[in-house]
């Protein structure tokens, strides 16, 4: 039992905040939660010293399976040159000659970097192999190392390669290989990149091999992405970054997630999505950081919920909430990004006394302690 939390998060269905609450944990599960006056017995007792106890972070959308890093383009960039998809390239130059050790020590610290900054369930794209073998390799490492793993091999045509062709492998060979290790099909619905035909063409393949949709869609300019994902069922439509009324309107009339990646617009120097005229329209949104070594090389959660509050005017309330219950949402999970009784036991305690200060105190290490399946990491 976690006794003396000053302010517990996402707990009741009701009210999302409980004020003097405390929290029981039995093996890997959520027990109890509620007011301390009506806590139960417990034999082990953890005092929370009045601080803020919240879901563990819920980040739906990272790419981690990637060789090298890309510190000279950002610092290009920052001196003027414009975000292009056709970077992922270099990444994948690197990708393909690691070796399968190399890859899966890089997720593994990427994950262990996320837990230690409160993320207790991620989610994870291939997408810098681009052939069959270097795909089915992508996923199958991601599968060993975190919960949600993502067929992403139209992130972008391969140097070289004729888009229909490529396409037709990313339908054929390539999602047959893939397909056993993933639960999710990703398109980078993008100019640059793939247009609507092609994003229909891999996702209608996707689903008939049983995976579902979810996709990158409106990060660098309007474009048909958002309507594709609501036309899909899709779970997520990803960035959102430029998105007209009737996109708005379509996310708003939908179960599909509007995903927003702000740690991108901040490395990229791109204007915010317009988080408020989603919300404002009844739309879900979830917060996620995209990692990955070119448009985004961050990892943290708590960066993005400052980010979502200062420039994009969430509240503090929403944006946490973007970053725990958003994100189980954009997975379609039902155990995790909340604490009520059932709920996978993964809890974040900050070093503060409210969730406010993670948008308050930017940049400040807050986390004291995390669980992770009832575990203390
Ligand atoms: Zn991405």
Redesign the pocket.
Known sequence: MITNIGELAGADEDRWLIENAALVIEGDRIAWAGPSADAPAADERYDAGGRAVLPGFVDS???LVFAGERAEEFAARMSGRPYAAGGIRTTVERTRAASDDDLRANVRRLVAEMARQGTTTVEC?SGYGLSVEQEERAVRIAAELVDEVTFLGAHVVPAGADPADYVRLVSGPMLEACAPYARWIDV?CERGAFDADQTRQILDAGRAAGLHPRL?ANQLGYGPGVRIAVEYDAASA??CTFLSSEDVAALAGSRTVATL?PG?EFSTRQPYPDARALIDAGAHVALAT?C?PG?CYSSSMAFCVALAVREMRMTPEEAVRAATEGGARALRRTDVGHLRPGARADVLLLDAPSHIHLAYRPGVPLVAQVWHRGKAI
């Open positions: 959308h990272a790419h794209k980078f990158h990803d960035h990646l991108v995209d990955n448009s």
